[in-house]
């Protein structure tokens, strides 16, 4: 069954199109209606809204209370971005009846209303059934008006000969019956070449990801940190593949100077402690976390206030304290439907095993372990290899781009998340 979107502008006939939008409606087709100011003079939009079951449309800014759906459509969850949804939606448009002003509207392109916008947008066979008194529709305006939309491929349902809305008055100008004009729909909708297939959402669509990257610095003193290598490459290339795969991202970034594409939210931190405060504000939020910031194990207790000086120092002995392990934080409040994946450095050995005692301590799903004693692979490379270790096995992404390691690290989200 078709979307048929029937526009209905003023005029006496605007009653036959009542009786349009329940035939068609009765045919089995899901019906939205567009009308104009003055078609309401005529008729009122209660009257089409009961008999399709869907609401009533007038103004290009109005908001659609069914978000583009058609009747026996699921209704979106999210309102449509373009007030255009209608249109791109609808199999064929009729706009019966057509006023004198809304055919030359028409054929002129005017974008005064939903009507005359969907008409010019829509890609569907487009039906045009004019009403009006003789003359109108005798008027060489009128005709010319008829003519250019012929030429752009629209149907026009020449108005019958016959007795006319003012009494007494014969002549061309009577709508055509709604039975022929739904006759003329179905027409069309049989000739009209398939439509292309609604592209497949994107598998990670409204699905929401929390990224940490980068590695932390522990402040010695105001100019002094404790840091590590890590450039946040592999944490940025996750971000870039989950927003291409439609997930709405959040990086938290731990000194990273590489830039990231827009569309991606970015928080800046510095120290573990300031990472662990970002990533406990956003992880209620959030549906996976990616945790692939190398994040400092101790701190110095109590940084100086002052930049120690040399001078006079005999050496300097920093004493360290452990850090919060965010991960395990995280791990402990996660809620049912949440995938936690932490990620590993580690060196040589039996590398994999103590990555998997990490993902049990840690109570996450999965854990990224790479070997870092092999130098070509890792913190400042744009390579990596890895094993990605879960609860019940474990898979091994061979030595590539990091690009394609983060793909193969969503891919294994999206399984965990099924
Ligand atoms: N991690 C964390 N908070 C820390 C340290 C690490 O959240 N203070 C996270 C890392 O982001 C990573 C995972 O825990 O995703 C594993 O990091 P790693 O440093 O290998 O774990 P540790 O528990 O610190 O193990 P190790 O004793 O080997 O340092």
Known sequence: MARILIGVSGGIAAYKSIELARLATQAGHGVRVLVTANAERFVGAATFEGITGAPV??????????????????????????????AERADAMVVAPASVN?????????????????????????????????????????????????????????????????????GRGRMQE????????????????????????????GVRVLITAGGTREAIDPVRFIGNRSSGRM????????AARGAEVTLIAANVTLPVPPGIERVEVTSAAELATAAGSAFENCDVLLMAAAVA???????????????????????????????????????????????????????VGRARGKLERKGIDAIVVNDVSDAAIGFESEENEVTIVEREGELLVPRADKAVVAEAILDRVEALRS
């Not at 207790?301 to 930049?307: Q, V």
């Not at 392990?325 to 450095?345: C, E, K």
């Open 57 to 86: 449309l007038r103004g290009e800014f109005d908001p659609d209370p069914a978000r583009g759906a058609y009747p026996g459509d699921p209704t979106p969850e999210h309102a449509p971005i373009s007030h255009l949804a209608l």
């Open 178 to 205: 709604p039975t022929e004009i739904l006759a003329a729909i179905e027409a069309a909708l049989a000739s009209a070449p398939p439509r292309e297939p609604a592209p497949e959402p994107l598998p990670l669509a």
């Open 102 to 170: 809304t055919l030359a509207k028409l054929a002129a392109g005017f974008c005064d209303s939903m009507l005359t916008t969907s008409f010019l947008t829509t890609r569907a066979p487009r039906i045009v059934a004019p009403a009006m008194n003789g003359r109108m529709w005798e008027a060489d305006a009128t005709q010319a008006n008829t003519a250019t939309l012929r030429e752009r491929g629209v149907t026009i349902l020449e108005p019958a000969e016959g007795a006319l809305a003012s009494r007494g008055e014969r």
């Open 235 to 242: 944490g940025i290339a996750l971000a870039i593949a989950a």
């Open 297 to 351: 194990d101790f701190r110095p207790t109590g940084a100086a206030g002052d930049k120690l000086a040399r001078e006079g120092s005999g050496g300097l002995e920093l004493h360290l304290e452990e850090t919060e392990d965010v991960l395990a934080g995280l791990g402990v409040r996660r809620r049912p439907g949440q995938v936690l994946v932490g990620f590993a450095a580690e060196h040589g050995g039996d590398f």
